[in-house]
């Protein structure tokens, strides 16, 4: 080797000794270096590292500041406002925030759309609205329990239901069902507030004018600026002034320009409808955006069997083991909530991957129309429980919650 290296014209000097004594001296040097530093906390924060929480919190503490009341929609809608009267984490006008409620044994999550204008979070404060949903013991809570200055844990911004200057055209054609209409309600009102920068023309479908939601606001907002329209559709009326009937291919070329995005959100009734109207238009898939909050359908099999088709669902969650039933008709993470278990959960969709979980035994069903798990995920069974049904017995690795 040494004779390669003179070969090659590169010299050794022999270091050995030196070597030795500086590595024999250094735990001198180290106890030197530490008696002469400063006696104060090393600082872990850096303003970047604040600037991020405060942009991403994985919790914002808020207090019901206000409630409106949308009798006609079967609707309210909560006016909340940081608790420590600090400013609410900035979001993009679509986007969501998930609230989580303990609910008698229960512990659950749901998103909700933020509608109010990015703007209110100067002051602290942004705006979800709940719709009645027969049955769904959540949206009873929301509607009929909670009262102004009760305290709600709400999770930061989430979701990628925004307008995007690199994706989107400019011109946006908004096709909203119901209490759908609050994400773009949010975006008109940042339009209006010089926040966002687009056309937007909004295509409401209601039952009766008497249960548009948010008409006031609306309109106030389409009379002080250009950049946003508003387009009623009624489909139990018939009035002047108003179209009547559902969403077409036909009424969105009517308001359409040449390019354009169409921008989908309300509830399951209204995504199925759209089905032919948007192979009707033949817009390119990068075009059309959906919001989808909820599982879109329960896998065949578990619709067909007996209510009463219930699997022992072992959960693993950091030095804990739950042991609980779980129905075949509802998600994993429902079976977890309602045992009061604290599993992580934000869009309840299968999209935001935030719930993400390891099958260590047992067979599951994924709705097919929510799976948006990675290739590798599948391979190595990974779910999301929250569009996932149990199909036997199971044992669930679940991340722990942090709040
Ligand atoms: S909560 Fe988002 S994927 Fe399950």
Sequence with gaps: ?????QKLKIKISNFKLKDMLSFKNLPLRRDKAIESAPDSDINTSFPINENARKLHPNTQHMTVLGIIEHPDSGARTLVLRKADGTSAAWFRAGQYVSVKLRIGESLVSRPYSISSSPK????????????ENPGGFVADYMLGKIKEWDSLLVSGPEGQFFHDSLRDSRNV??????????????????????????????????????????????????????KVKVIHILSEERKPGFENGFVTADLIRKHAPDDYSLFICGPAGLYRHMEGVVSELELPSKRVRREIIGVSG??????????????DLTVIQGPETYRIKASSRETLLVAMERAGIAAPAKCRSG?????????????????????????????????????????????????????
């Design 1 to 5: 080797m040494r004779e390669r290296l």
């Design 120 to 131: 209110d979070t100067e002051d602290g404060r942004l705006c979800i609205t709940v719709k």
């Design 173 to 226: 054609i908004a096709v909203a069902g119901g209490s759908g209409i609050t994400p773009f309600l949010s975006m008109a009102a940042a339009i209006r507030d010089g926040i966002e920068d687009f056309n937007l023309t909004i295509l409401y479908g209601s039952r009766t004018e008497r249960s548009i939601l948010f008409r006031k606001e609306l309109d106030e907002i389409a009379s002080q600026t250009d």
């Design 298 to 311: 329960k896998p065949v099999s578990a619709e067909n069997e007996s209510p009463d088709t219930y699997y």
């Design 351 to 403: 999209e935001c991957g935030w719930c993400r979980s390891k099958v260590i035994s047992g067979t599951y069903i994924v709705s097919g129309q929510n799976d948006y798990r990675r290739h590798m995920d599948k391979e190595t069974d990974h779910i999301h429980p929250c569009v996932t049904f149990p199909d036997s017995d199971i044992v669930l690795e679940v991340p722990r919650v942090y709040n």
